[in-house]
């Protein structure tokens, strides 16, 4: 493949990896990770709530990796409430999952970061074979799309294995008790998913522009050895 398209694919991994650590930077601050509508189920039986009546006592709340805020309703008007997950929740969340979250969010940030850099040196400047050529940029694009799932896989076990939204809901709440009703990823969760998916992406550019995938080789040299034994 000519230089110059080679430069044009390593741009463009260059830029999307670019645009995926702004957009990492700017989930991890957010509280666009969950949105969940929770029940109070202590007030709908006390009048024996159904159909329409429950919207009275239906609440919501949407958070992130570090607060949130929500609307409670137990039949007497709406309570918004705020809260952040350090320090008000640390005895209430599942602290060393919530934490590995993070780590592996900000490592997911600076690989991300790194790829970039990578990727616009092996575009214009004069890459090393190992560290900054492709073998390089094939590592760091599996260990980038690595972390971003553990993320994803970490975060959706707290929420769903651990019901983090019903135990935020209930949250100093002594008189009244809350289910989780319903519960959807937001724009945050899903920045992360898009950023794995570009590091997928970003290994098939490799490819596309020329570069067996590691640990491939390639058929010429195959051919060069047979034939060298052959000669012995």
């Keep these: 493949m000519p230089s110059q398209q080679k430069k044009v694919i390593f741009c463009t991994a260059g830029v999307l990896s670019f645009v995926c650590a702004l957009g990492l930077v700017t989930a991890l601050g957010t509280?666009?990770?969950?949105?969940?509508?929770?029940?109070?189920?202590?007030?709908?039986?006390?009048?024996?709530?159904?159909?329409?009546?429950?919207?009275?006592?239906?609440?919501?709340?949407?958070?992130?990796?570090?607060?949130?805020e929500g609307v409670r309703q137990c039949g007497l008007g709406a309570r918004p409430f705020r809260f952040s997950i350090f320090p008000d929740l640390l005895k209430v969340i599942p602290l060393s999952i919530h934490i590995n979250v993070i780590v592996f969010s900000m490592i997911l940030v600076v690989l991300t970061m790194v790829g970039t850099a990578f990727f616009m040196y092996n575009a214009f400047g004069k890459p090393f074979e190992t560290l900054h050529g492709p073998l390089g940029l094939y590592l760091l694009s599996f260990i980038s799309g690595s972390c971003g799932c553990l993320v994803m896989i970490l975060f959706a076990s707290e929420v769903k294995i651990h019901h983090l939204s019903e135990k935020i809901a209930n949250y100093k709440e002594g008189t009244y008790a809350y289910k989780t009703q319903s519960e959807k990823y937001t724009a945050s969760f899903w920045v992360v998913f898009i950023c794995f998916f570009v590091h997928f992406l970003n290994g098939l550019l490799i490819r596309l522009a020329g570069f067996q995938f590691p640990f491939a080789k390639p058929k010429a040299t195959e051919t060069t050895n047979v034939a060298a034994d052959l000669m012995y």
Excluded: D, R
Excluded at 58 to 65: D, K, N, P, S, T
């Design 31 to 68: 509280p666009l990770w969950i949105k969940a509508t929770f029940l109070c189920k202590t007030g709908a039986l006390l009048v024996n709530a159904s159909g329409q009546e429950l919207n009275k006592f239906m609440g919501e709340m949407q958070y992130g990796l570090f607060h949130g």
